[in-house]
Structure formats: C-alpha cells, structure tokens
C-alpha cells in the first residue's frame, strides 16, 4: 500500500523564481492537503483540495497556488519565491470529504520536499 | 492567540520515565487530536489520534483528551533514547479543513 508520495525532495531556487512540488495520495484518499513547516515551528495549513477544488484556505498570498487532477494528486505552485518560502512543504491526505465528517479519519504526510529559496 | 500551543520545551527526562507532553487548542469546534513524532530533517510520524473525551492507550502511549478544558496530553512510558524528538499536537475538524499544529515539544531522554 503505497503511502503519500512527494517530488521532488530538496531543491534550490533563487529569489523571483518560481516553483512547483507534486503530491500523490495514499491509496484510497482523495482529499489532499498542503502544509509549510519553517525550521523550529509546527506545520502551516496552505489549502485542501478535494474533487479537483480548492475546499479551503490557509493564511498563505495569492502568490501560492495548487491544482488537484483526476487521479486526485496534486500539485502546489508558488511564484515570485521569496526568502521567507525556503521551508519544508508536506502533503497530507485523507479520506474523502463527503464521507470524512466522522470520527476515526487520519490524515498522513508525506516525506516533504525541502525548498531553499537564495 | 494561537490555535493550538504547547511548551517548547526542552523536556528532559531519564530513560525509564515516563515523559508527559501537553497542549492546549482555542477552537472548541474542534473534533479530532493527533499527537505526531517528528524527527530532526523528517516528516512528521502519527503516534496516536483521540477523538472523545478520556484516555486512548496503544503500547506505551496514551493519549488524554479533555474537550471541557480544551486540553489534550500524551504520556510515554518507560522512555527511550529513541523517543527523543520534537512531538507535534495537532487538533481540527474531522475532514481537516480546519487542522492546527502546535509549534511541538522537543523531548530528550537521557540513557
């Protein structure tokens, strides 16, 4: 059972440039989620996808976007790179979001990809 | 005021103890708790969820969930060196459209 997968997993860029991450889900979740972790703080909500829509949205600009396909995997965008993005950004998925107001659904990360912005 | 908090720590406690983690959360909507492991340069790992009020034990973890006092805890026995690192809290809504962590809790525990 493949878990949730992220691409790719360390990359650099420089400053205005920007940049896209990929997210496959687990086997049998199609809602994925979107997370930043700066060094020393807990993960940041970004925004969730569910049915290729963005469901709902973190305290993140416009300059971070995402895309969720038909396969339900995803992908986040952000432009105009600034120092302040170098992160590690986590995908998270869980179970569908018509079926997920009950208790007993878990959302599972992915390994991350690690960003540094120079 | 933040969504959900925890003491940074450092927690040090000797192996064998029993380490005891806390964390507070604001949004009383919300309906499911996890407490995660993270590893320095790691994704965070899910050791326990709770749903409802009480106690949830798996092996040597059990997890504490007041909704009243909008409080929720995690007990780790017999700790080891291996159980050392940052444990995240983390507490929203059951489709996670409204999922916040704490800033973690770095445990060390001492052979």
């Known amino acids: 059972d493949a878990g949730v997968t992220q691409s790719p997993t360390h990359l650099i860029k420089t400053r205005g440039q920007q940049v896209t991450l990929r997210c496959s889900p687990k086997?049998?979740?199609?809602?994925v989620s979107w997370y930043q972790q700066a060094l020393g703080q807990g993960p940041q909500f970004i925004f969730q996808?569910?049915?290729?829509?963005?469901?709902q949205r973190g305290n993140f600009p416009d300059r971070f976007s995402g895309h969720q396909f038909p396969n339900y995997s995803s992908e986040l965008n952000v432009n105009a790179l600034l120092l302040g993005d170098s992160a590690l950004y986590l995908c998270?998925?869980?179970?569908?979001?018509?079926?997920?107001?009950?208790?007993?659904?878990?959302?599972?990360f992915g390994e991350g990809s690690w960003l540094t912005v120079v | 005021q933040k969504e959900v908090e925890q003491n940074s720590g450092p927690l040090s406690v000797p192996e064998g103890a029993i380490a005891s983690l806390n964390c507070t959360y604001s949004?009383?909507?919300?309906?499911?708790f996890f407490w995660y492991r993270q590893y320095s340069g790691k994704s965070p790992e899910l050791i326990m969820s709770?749903?409802?009020?009480g106690d949830k034990e798996d092996g040597r973890f059990t997890a504490q969930l007041n909704k009243a006092s909008q409080y929720v805890s995690l007990l780790i026995r017999d700790s080891q060196p291996s159980d050392s690192a940052t444990y995240l809290c983390?507490?929203?809504?059951?489709?996670?459209?409204?999922?916040?962590f704490g800033s973690g809790t770095k445990l060390n525990v001492k052979p």
């Open positions: 998270a998925s869980s179970l569908a979001y018509r079926l997920s107001d009950r208790s007993g659904n878990t959302i599972y």
């Open positions: 086997s049998g979740h199609d809602t």
């Open positions: 996808y569910y049915e290729e829509e963005e469901r």
């Open positions: 949004d009383r909507g919300s309906q499911s």
């Open positions: 709770i749903y409802s009020n």
């Open positions: 983390a507490g929203g809504l059951y489709n996670f459209n409204k999922f916040y």
